[in-house]
């Protein structure tokens, strides 16, 4: 595909590139608010459609189904169609269900604009991240961090929004409709933009083989990280109340602490970038999520560990999103189809991990969270292990 008047190229257009910049963090803080409101409100939710946590525990894979869908159809989207329009309809309609989310009286209902909710969410996810790649390319791995920083800031924001709404209101539907309100300007920013050029390239037979080795291990791996991440993140707050660690608003600070943790993480990632090898990133940020983790375990009733534990863990999973889509960058061509694949496995993740802990939650009790999410980042640890010995291009590891 050959650069037009309306397109923007790695070296030229550098105004352009700077507002497209804006433009995709101000969508990628969009999907850190969507991504982070819903464990906090899932007990409201719950009240809202008269059902418990275990039954409502159904939003998890109904989100994490539509993000699947939103990653793989939005994936060939951004290969072919404007890019800056495509990540714009996502935004918007990412608004437009947050809105209509608490105004839902029936599970099926609230279950359908969770699954659309999630269709949104994959299109933003991989569109901020493909056409970031695409502007910046081989430059790109501060300014990927920056970007997932903008995600951690959002879900930051998002539990204490939802804290002020329960504090002043009693309910959670004006914090989604506040948070649906910071969702648009990012979508008319973008639609003023010209949209970056599609890389291409080329690959003999034993390249082809290993890239699709490697695509599936990295999405083997993206599933088994955010499955941990989403589902500490959903079930902390459940976790804290149903143990008597915290009442209910401060548990919504706790969430905002995990995600508070994971946004200085990121920001403290930018320089890191620059001067540490991608593998090593991942694999100490690993180390340190294991700690952490086991921190809480071992200290279960303790509130000092908990805190500890819970922003330890945000503060080591901050960059290893970001830090694995530039490792994955140096060593595949990043289309949006590629990308799509990873998110698929991201989403996966997403939707089976959350749910199963919902399902173990009330059965076996609510530490059956901190086991599953420690099992989850010690068979990841393995998986980066295999990925590391079967990227045999020396670009893959260069910081």
């Given at each position: 595909?050959?650069?037009?008047?309306?397109?923007?190229?790695?070296?030229?257009r550098?105004?352009?590139?700077?507002?497209s910049?804006?433009?995709?963090?101000?969508?990628?803080?969009?999907?850190?608010?969507?991504?982070?409101?819903?464990?906090?409100?899932?007990?409201?939710?719950a009240?809202?459609?008269?059902?418990?946590l275990?039954?409502?525990s159904?939003?998890?894979?109904?989100?994490?189904?539509?993000?699947m869908?939103?990653s793989?159809?939005?994936?060939?989207?951004?290969?072919?169609?404007?890019?800056?329009a495509?990540?714009?309809?996502?935004?918007?309609?990412?608004?437009?269900t947050?809105?209509?989310?608490?105004?839902?009286?029936?599970?099926?209902?609230?279950?359908?604009?969770?699954?659309?909710?999630?269709?949104?969410d994959?299109m933003?996810?991989?569109?901020?991240?493909?056409?970031?790649?695409?502007?910046?390319?081989?430059k790109?791995?501060?300014?990927?961090?920056?970007?997932?920083?903008?995600?951690?800031?959002?879900?930051?924001?998002?539990?204490?929004?939802v804290?002020?709404?329960?504090?002043?209101?009693?309910?959670?539907?004006?914090?989604?409709?506040?948070l649906?309100?910071?969702?648009f300007?990012g979508?008319?920013?973008?639609?003023?933009?010209?949209?970056?050029?599609?890389?291409?390239?080329t690959?003999d037979?034993?390249?082809?083989?290993?890239?699709?080795?490697?695509?599936?291990?990295?999405?083997?791996?993206?599933?088994l990280?955010?499955g941990a991440?989403?589902?500490?993140?959903?079930?902390?707050?459940?976790?804290?109340?149903a143990?008597?660690?915290?009442d209910?608003?401060?548990?919504?600070?706790?969430?905002a602490?995990?995600w508070?943790?994971?946004?200085?993480?990121?920001?403290?990632?930018?320089?890191?970038?620059?001067?540490?090898?991608?593998?090593?990133?991942v694999?100490?940020?690993l180390m340190?999520?294991l700690?952490?983790?086991?921190?809480?375990?071992?200290?279960?009733?303790?509130?000092i560990?908990?805190?500890?534990?819970?922003?330890?863990?945000?503060?080591f999973?901050?960059?290893?999103?970001?830090?694995?889509?530039?490792?994955a960058?140096?060593?595949?061509?990043?289309?949006?189809?590629?990308?799509?694949w990873?998110l698929?496995?991201?989403?996966?993740?997403?939707?089976?991990?959350?749910?199963?802990?919902?399902?173990?939650?009330?059965?076996?009790?609510?530490?059956?969270?901190?086991?599953?999410i420690?099992s989850?980042?010690?068979?990841?640890?393995?998986?980066?292990?295999?990925?590391?010995?079967?990227?045999?291009?020396?670009?893959?590891?260069?910081?």
């Amino acid at each position: 595909m050959s650069a037009s008047p309306q397109d923007i190229s790695p070296a030229s257009r550098l105004p352009y590139n700077r507002q497209s910049i804006l433009g995709y963090y101000a969508a990628i803080f969009a999907l850190g608010l969507a991504a982070a409101v819903l464990g906090p409100t899932l007990a409201g939710l719950a009240k809202h459609t008269h059902t418990d946590l275990r039954t409502v525990s159904l939003l998890f894979p109904a989100r994490a189904f539509g993000y699947m869908l939103g990653s793989m159809q939005g994936g060939r989207w951004y290969d072919h169609l404007p890019g800056h329009a495509v990540l714009a309809a996502g935004l918007l309609m990412m608004a437009v269900t947050m809105v209509l989310t608490p105004l839902m009286p029936l599970l099926g209902a609230l279950t359908a604009a969770i699954l659309v909710l999630g269709v949104a969410d994959g299109m933003v996810d991989v569109g901020s991240n493909t056409l970031l790649v695409w502007v910046y390319r081989d430059k790109v791995g501060p300014l990927m961090n920056g970007l997932h920083f903008f995600f951690g800031l959002g879900a930051l924001l998002a539990p204490i929004v939802v804290a002020q709404s329960m504090a002043i209101s009693g309910d959670i539907t004006c914090a989604y409709w506040a948070l649906a309100v910071l969702m648009f300007p990012g979508a008319f920013w973008l639609l003023r933009l010209p949209n970056p050029t599609i890389p291409t390239g080329t690959h003999d037979g034993s390249a082809e083989r290993r890239n699709h080795l490697l695509l599936v291990l990295i999405a083997l791996f993206m599933a088994l990280y955010v499955g941990a991440e989403v589902g500490f993140g959903g079930w902390i707050f459940s976790y804290a109340v149903a143990l008597n660690l915290s009442d209910a608003p401060g548990a919504a600070y706790l969430t905002a602490a995990f995600w508070g943790a994971l946004t200085v993480g990121r920001l403290l990632a930018v320089p890191l970038a620059m001067r540490v090898r991608p593998s090593t990133i991942v694999l100490g940020d690993l180390m340190g999520c294991l700690v952490s983790v086991g921190m809480i375990i071992l200290s279960a009733d303790s509130v000092i560990a908990i805190w500890l534990g819970t922003c330890g863990l945000g503060l080591f999973m901050a960059s290893i999103f970001p830090t694995t889509l530039v490792f994955a960058e140096r060593c595949l061509v990043m289309t949006g189809r590629v990308t799509g694949w990873f998110l698929v496995g991201a989403s996966i993740g997403g939707m089976s991990l959350p749910w199963l802990i919902g399902q173990l939650f009330e059965l076996m009790g609510p530490r059956v969270l901190l086991s599953t999410i420690m099992s989850a980042l010690m068979v990841a640890t393995g998986v980066f292990g295999i990925v590391m010995r079967c990227s045999t291009r020396p670009a893959c590891d260069v910081p």
